[in-house]
């Protein structure tokens, strides 16, 4: 049986974020366990409280008992996605902390907090097309210690569509391997799509503070057709981790988060990277943004096309340097369109933020 106060304690000691109401989500404490871990099939399923909403209704809250696991789809720093089919034999996939649940280190518990963190996002971001809907909020096991006893508890994880095109990363790698360059019209398409759910972060004072290739999923297979040119993605902004919303604060007005951690190494902003994370965190998303143009259009790796200056220049002519071949095709292919796609992530990876 779920008390209140199992709810609230449960809730407290993973200390969610934002101002909903979080505290009624479906928190279980289950008696201590002192021997082996219980099985997730003798685990209790919750129903969904009637007043966590998403805009158009409760969202659906499940058990990770009667999932069963079919595939690996990607891990990260915090999370591991999995591919997984339910009794009725729909797949889906399920993102969930990386700790085992018996794991109690404080390593495990961030990786928990972020799971908990990225839920209460993608509810706020809930209905936009070009952001990866949840599905559901999971229950799963986890084993916590108060004072020396295991105490089994209800952690999060939550369910998505599969991205059967995987990530715009992927994508790329796959044109790569043929010998291929990605064409102007499929990065365009992409990255309309990209910006589109970004604009949806920030028209809801979210910044997302990891933008990157493999963090925009592929919904639906990814059909080449007679050629890249057919190419009709239906690209998703995903990974809400290190995302961080705005706060209104009576007579200072919207603050910015100070974000504690910033996100990839070859797309985050010159002004993370120097420690000066609280300019404009909205640019710093718009700069990486560029950095996703800039690799779908040249296709290696960002960090090689990261110059020491950082400036949009800079990277191109490491790239010159490195590639000369490469820059030759990239320049005449297409009567040089990707020149133009260029020119446009020239102005997203200008060093002064206010300038992009
Ligand atoms: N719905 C999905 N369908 C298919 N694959 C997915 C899905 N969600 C995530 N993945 C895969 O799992 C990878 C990791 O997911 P995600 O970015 O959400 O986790 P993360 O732990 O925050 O990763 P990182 O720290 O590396 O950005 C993705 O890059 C992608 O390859
Ligand atoms: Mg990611």
Redesign the pocket.
């Known amino acids: 049986m779920v008390t209140a106060s199992d709810s609230l304690s449960a809730a407290s000691a993973i200390s969610l974020p934002g101002a909903l109401a979080w505290s009624s989500l479906p928190y279980v404490s289950t008696p201590s366990v002192n021997g082996p871990a219980c099985l997730a099939e003798e685990w209790p399923v919750e129903a969904a409280p009637p007043d966590l909403l998403f805009p158009t209704g409760p969202i659906p809250t499940t058990n990770i008992s009667g999932m069963q696991h079919i595939g690996k789809?990607?891990?990260?720093?915090?999370?591991k996605?999995d591919k997984m089919v339910d009794a009725s034999g729909a797949t889906f996939?399920l993102?969930q902390p990386r700790a085992a649940h018996g794991d109690t280190t404080q390593d495990a518990e961030d990786q928990r907090e972020s799971i908990a963190h990225e839920i209460h996002m993608l509810q706020l971001l809930h209905g936009h097309p070009r952001v990866?809907p949840m599905l559901s909020v999971v229950g799963v096991p986890v084993d916590t210690l108060q004072g020396k006893q295991l105490v089994r508890k209800t952690g999060l994880a939550f369910s998505?569509?599969?991205?059967l095109g995987?990530?715009v990363f992927d994508f790329q790698k796959d044109l790569w391997l043929k010998g291929w360059r990605t064409p102007p019209l499929a990065i365009s398409r992409c990255f309309l799509q990209a910006a589109e759910g970004l604009a949806h972060l920030h028209a809801n004072r979210i910044v997302h503070l990891?933008v990157k290739t493999?963090?925009f999923?592929l919904v639906g297979e990814r059909e080449l057709g007679q050629g890249p040119l057919d190419f009709h993605p239906d690209v998703r902004m995903?990974?809400m981790?290190y995302a961080q919303q705005q706060t209104m604060h009576a007579g200072t007005g919207w603050l910015s988060p100070h974000p504690a951690e910033y996100g990839t190494m070859g797309f985050a902003s010159p002004e993370l990277l120097d420690g000066h994370p609280y300019l404009d965190l909205y640019a710093s998303d718009v700069y990486s943004l560029g950095k996703v143009l800039m690799d779908t259009i040249l296709m290696v790796p960002p960090v090689m096309g990261n110059s020491p200056e950082g400036t949009f220049d800079g990277m191109v002519a490491d790239f010159q340097r490195q590639f000369p071949g490469s820059w030759h095709e990239v320049e005449n292919a297409w009567g040089g369109q990707h020149i133009r796609l260029l020119d446009m992530a020239e102005l997203m990876c200008h060093p002064e933020p206010a300038q992009r």
């Open positions: 789809l990607g891990s990260g720093s915090w999370g996605v996939a993102k990866m998505m569509p599969l991205a995987g990530t990891d493999d963090n999923l995903a990974d981790g």
